[in-house]
Each structure stands twice: as structure tokens, then as C-alpha cells.
């Protein structure tokens, strides 16, 4: 019943921009945080930025801090990932996850109920 879709990957120069969204149908968002994790060739699936409707809070792991922010549009339910000043390191494709939790926002992909489909994301020359 649950579905996470993600939408907004590409392909794009170091430097550029790309907006991922993730349309939530199914769920109370209220009852869920709501996480971005990426997952490189070869690599583990990586949290990336997370939030709590409830609490109101974000994180974002170490390297994405300052290039990205995810945001949450409560009334189309869907939560978006602004992309900046993207990197080759960046390369990977990025998921949705959905946890049943209303304050903690979970780094382990364990720690999530619900997952999109992936959007590749591409950063090259």
C-alpha cells in the first residue's frame, strides 16, 4: 500500500544542480521520518539527509552538508532533495526510505520500512 517514488535524477557537470522528489502515497508523513540514502557501484547503500515531520528536524551526513537540503512539502506529500554544487563522488542512485518513526531519523538503511525505486544521479565531465 505504502509506495515511494522518486523522480529528478540525471545526468550532470560537476558544479551543476539537480532536484530529486519523492511523491509518498500510502503513509501518514506525520508517523514517518523521511530519508534520502545513495548508493555508489560497488558501495554501501549510504545515508544522505533525513527528516523528522514531527520533531522538524534535518540531518545530512558530512560531505552533502552545505550542498544539499532536503525539504518536505506537507500538503502535495513529497519530500525533495535540492542538489547543489554537485561532484563526481556525488554519482550514485539515490533513494527514498521511509521510517516509522516520528523524531528519530535512522543512518542505517535497517532502520527503514519503505523504500522508492532509485534515480540515478550522474556528475562527470
Known amino acids: 500500500q505504502v509506495q515511494l517514488v522518486e523522480s529528478g535524477g540525471g545526468s550532470v557537470r560537476p558544479g551543476g544542480s539537480l532536484r530529486l522528489s519523492c511523491a509518498v502515497s500510502?503513509?501518514?508523513?506525520?508517523?514517518?521520518?523521511m530519508s534520502w540514502f545513495r548508493q555508489g557501484p560497488g558501495k554501501d547503500r549510504e545515508f544522505v539527509a533525513g527528516v523528522s515531520w514531527a520533531g522538524g528536524t534535518t540531518y545530512y551526513t558530512d560531505s552533502v552538508k552545505g550542498r544539499f537540503t532536503l525539504s518536505r512539502d506537507k500538503d502535495e506529500n513529497t519530500v525533495s532533495l535540492q542538489m547543489n554544487s554537485l561532484k563526481p563522488e556525488d554519482t550514485a542512485v539515490y533513494y527514498c526510505?521511509?521510517?516509522?518513526?516520528?523524531?528519530?531519523?535512522?543512518?542505517?538503511?535497517?532502520?527503514?520500512?519503505?523504500w522508492g525505486q532509485g534515480t540515478q544521479v550522474t556528475v562527470s565531465s
Open positions: 526510505a521511509a521510517q516509522r518513526s516520528i523524531l528519530r531519523v535512522g543512518g542505517r538503511p535497517s532502520d527503514y520500512d519503505h
Open positions: 500510502g503513509l501518514t508523513l506525520r508517523d514517518y521520518v
